[in-house]
């Protein structure tokens, strides 16, 4: 028998989370917006805690493993409460709260060739971490990064929850 809700969590938790890096990539790919290093570093939770969260989800939906998917549960909620934590360091720091980081910034690669470098360095857009490039009802990406991370670690506490009421470790 399949752990209904707790999977419907899970499987919630993956398709918000797909939702939120795809979106990420588009506003890259197709809107153009440069991320900055921190950025970047705020994918990393999706990249991490979406397979996890799959592999839980597989766990529940063989109902099997109670102890290891609920560990991938507790695992994958603190993943993506580092997520949220990055994007409330980031925002505090596009909003004036605090310092952001003092190396952080975008842009593609050096140059390969010193005859390039020129002409690299007319190009290349240099991002801050410290300076929102887009905000939508007051929160830049960042701020929004930190509202959807944190919703996922509550779905995956959520599964958690639910899962072990219902077939304790």
């Known amino acids: ?38 950025c970047l570093e705020q994918r990393i939770p999706y990249y991490v805690g979406l397979p996890l969260a799959a592999l839980a989800a597989l766990l529940l939906w063989q109902d099997a493993a109670a102890f290891t998917r609920n560990l991938l549960l507790l ?5 993506f409460a580092y997520g949220a934590g990055l994007g409330i360091y980031q925002s505090g720091a596009e909003w004036g709260f605090w310092p952001g980081p003092v190396d952080c910034g975008g842009g593609s690669s050096a140059p390969v060739s010193a005859a390039n ?44 929850w639910t899962s072990r009421r219902r077939a304790p470790i």
Do not use: D, H, K
Request: proline share 2%; with cysteine.
């Open 117 to 160: 470098m020129l002409n690299a360095l007319r190009e290349t857009r240099v991002v801050s971490c410290t300076e929102a490039s887009w905000r939508m009802f007051g929160l830049s990406f960042a701020g929004w990064n930190a509202v959807a991370s944190s919703g996922l670690a509550l779905l995956a506490l959520a599964a958690l």
């Open 75 to 79: 695992a994958v909620a603190a993943v």
């Open 1 to 38: 028998m399949t752990q209904g809700r707790p999977l419907a969590l899970v499987v919630l938790l993956i398709a918000g989370g797909l939702a939120t890096i795809a979106t990420a990539w588009g506003y890259q790919l197709i809107g153009g917006y440069v991320p900055c290093a921190l």
